[in-house]
């Protein structure tokens, strides 16, 4: 049964990691570029949590309102980022991410049509005008779907339920990956002259989330063991809508197309509640009164968006702040209601179910709820984290040469805080970025050499819970981190708090080296768990320390003991990065001086 | 159902045909699914207990199973659904080799997608490279789109499951991808030849086994199957066009 620590080698110009729309992308854009391609994914293909994204992917196309265009699209993703964007990225993504989403369906995706017969868009949080292409409310799904099914004859070769342990360097540049197939537990040299990681978020170091096992900070870990800077890891999104009963459910998704058809909050006195508290930067742009904020969402020009489609670290915010005060819904949350549009709408009941027939089912089914008759419970959920490893701006390069990442795991776009619908045409844009400039990079570089002891001791250390004498659950060890993060790392932080939880992840740490594994290495998800907690460890101290380093309030980082902006923080990324004695360092990187028509841009648009 | 109830589960383990049930008990609360008690015996009492699951809301298609004999995703059966004044049995898929436990290999499903023809739309109808479609059109191929690749379909159907045809027949999810492929509004390739051929439409006696068991409720039968079988039976049976041919110059297939 067991195979030693034998391994099979494999041999590519350019290895991706991760299959979800970014890593897709890359690898389309890698393999027409000339490059022979490995595809390597932790689950099924097409399983990625891309297959989760609801509400739609943004881009200035301008089919259903033609105000809009790249520059307006810019300057909506800088304010919602609180200006901490790479605002090179920002532009490249406004900028090309209309012709990313035609050539979706260039590639058979089946995108909502205006009546002229093009791509229909909704509006969004923070989007000025509708900009999100979208199916119903599974647009992740047609995307996801889109690639692969035309990645499969792009000649790839995949690697199904893989998972990459260790990244192997040659000197200072990065060729090639040790990894091992979850079905078999077999060992995997990957050598490739570059390495695209596209491996998500690191959802599962909450307790309370919308994201799948994946998302365990894979490559923001692998990344930063090789030597790779992570940024602006305090900027985590808390979305505003998760389900919270029944207990199970907590934490699945409620997609913010509800409010963009005009669902809105109400606290446990009914009250629209999220009228009482619209921040400065927003407020020219926010309807005051119920009326107009109904006729933002049903395609007036001239209307001002209803609060419910502020950002939203704000929305979650003022949904915190309800239930602390005593003014949330039976089971910790408030309520999401758009069975009300019957007041508005002849047959409501079946534009709901057309316009949203996932949420339809997933509260029919997971909660016993008709969403077309009575309001939703919901609360924040851990969705997305804006931080990650940082890389250049047009190359998707980090800083460790012939290392890319492009989507969740790549830092820069979204600055402190990422507007809906930005990170499906993120992962479009800069997938292909990252394809087109590896493949690059891979063919002006040769073969680097696989130092056989490396691979050998990071083998050792992966069969070692087979092995040692520990008498510690993985599984137990994934869930006290998840409370740990959760109370004290969570939507709101404070230094104490955060101590302990940097206290408590060293703790954790420790009694990792003592999580012990039964039975054999064929598809054993113990074993599977005990290799995640390493990765899940080193994201929950980057968490928390850029987190403490970070003494102010600004996007997604709420601090309750600094809880204004600091302009004296507004210039710069937190990043960590680790010192040669292996421990983790935080310093403050000046944000690069933006050119003058990106200013004119933002000062325009007001 | 009151909440802290214990209950026991029969779980298929093993590989290959080394198999068999193993009885397991765990507290189920409200509003659980079946994943759930899955995941809170493998923290319990079964650590190395493999099955399959992603995003655990209906959507990825991941967490396949039988449940109680009964094809299904585990995150979305319910357990207060379910009788549970006795063990509740979780197996895996039937049409597919187990791996291990609950875990089957199902990339036959990949090779076949792979083989069926790749979409392949008409020019541009606008000068800036884009299409126009009307919503009523793209609606009908929307409903294939779906699919989430669970495979339950392919689990039920008997050409697989009881007859293992894999050699011979695509499934329903394949006629499913090929209906959403040909009725796409833009699409020009022809695929009947491969439907009646390669992937065996004709075996399908429309027993609607799978439109049953589909989680996205698509009407798999009646709206893919039944208009492909039509369509392949007009272009290779039908005696008036057989006739047509014979007298007229041979054309292309339908563009």
Redesign the interface.
Known sequence: MEQGSSYTSHKHDVLVIGAGGAGLRASIEASACGAKVGLVCK???????T??AEGGVAAALGNVDDRDNWRVHFSDTMRGGQYLNNWRMAELHAKEAPDRV?EL????A????T??????QRNFGGHRYPRLAH??D?TG??MI?TLQ??G??QGLDVF?EYTVLELIKDGDRVVGALGYDR?RGRFHVFQANAIVLATGGIGRAYKITSN???YTGDGHALAYLAGADLADMEFIQFHPTGMV?????KG??VTEGVRGEGGVLRNSQGKRFMFDDIPDLYKDQTADNEEEGWRYVTGDKDARRPPELLTRDHVARCIVNETKSGRGSPHGGVFLDISWVKEKIKDSEAHIRKKLP?MY??FK???GIDITKEPMEVGPTTHYIMGGIRVDGDTQMSTVPGLFAAGECASGLHGANRLGGNSLSDLLVFGKRAGEHAAAFATEHGEGDIDANVIGAAIDESLAPFEREGDE????LQ?ELQDLMQDHVGIVRNEADMMKGVAGVRELEERAKKAR????R??????HTALDLRNLLIVSEAIARSALDRTESRGGHFREDFPAKDEGQANHNTVVRRSSEGSMNVSRQQIAAMSDELIDIIKEMG | MSSGKTVSFWISRGEGDRTEFKEYSTTITEGMVVLDAVHQIQAESAPDLACRWNCKAGKCGSCSAEVNGKPALMCMTRMNDLDLSQPVSIEPMKAFPRIRDLVTDVSWNYAVKERIKKFNPRAPDSPDGTWRMQQADVERAQEFRKCIECFLCQDVCHVLREHGRHDRFGGPRHFVYTAALEMHPLDTENRLKGLKDTDGIGYCNITKCCTKVCPEHITITDNAIIPLKERVADEFYDPLTKLFRIFKPKREPRR
């Open positions: 689950s099924l293909l097409g399983k990625a949590h297959v989760m035609r369906e260039k590639w058979g089946l995108m909502d049509r009546p002229d017969g093009r791509i229909l199916v119903g599974r799904l047609e779907r099914d035309h499969i004859h199904m079905e799948s096992w994946e009963w029944p207990p199970s459910v699945i998704l996932s089912h997933q089914e997971l909660a659950n993985p599984y137990q869930y594994v039964d039975g054999h064929e598809f054993n998800p113990g074993w």
